[in-house]
């Protein structure tokens, strides 16, 4: 037998959905997510471009005896950590923010009741 005297409702997530926080949290990770796709798929196709396009600028010599074709494919994989690292940081006041529209909600719900 459940020791809860009252029943478990589920949020009104359409509600929720429509409400102007979580309508902000969305804008917020577009603004995040939408740019930094922009910029890893320039950075990640300009090396192939590049090297298709101008050859005798990612033949030269960069530092000793490594292209600019080798050093910019290599900057590639620090690139990649930082823009996790940078979204691990933004997905932290993503979190932040979606718990902060449920608790609204549950708080709305049980000011109701």
């Known amino acids: 037998m459940s020791m809860h005297t009252r029943q478990e409702r589920a949020p009104d997530w359409e509600r929720m959905a429509a409400s102007g926080a979580f309508q902000e949290l969305l804008r917020a990770k577009r603004r995040f997510i939408v740019p930094a796709t922009v910029f890893f798929l320039v950075y990640y196709f300009a090396l192939p471009v590049?090297?298709?396009?101008?050859?005798?600028?990612?033949?030269?010599?960069?530092?000793?005896?490594?292209?600019?074709?080798?050093?910019?494919?290599?900057?590639?994989?620090?690139?990649?950590?930082?823009?996790?690292?940078?979204?691990?940081?933004?997905?932290?006041?993503?979190?932040?923010?979606?718990?902060?529209?449920?608790?609204?909600?549950?708080?709305?719900?049980n000011n109701a009741e």
Not at 67 to 95: C, E, K, N, T
């Open 50 to 109: 590049l090297t298709g396009y101008w050859p005798e600028l990612m033949a030269r010599k960069i530092l000793g005896e490594f292209s600019a074709a080798y050093v910019f494919a290599l900057s590639q994989f620090p690139m990649a950590w930082i823009l996790a690292g940078l979204y691990l940081r933004a997905a932290g006041r993503f979190d932040r923010a979606a718990g902060a529209v449920v608790a609204a909600e549950e708080a709305r719900e």
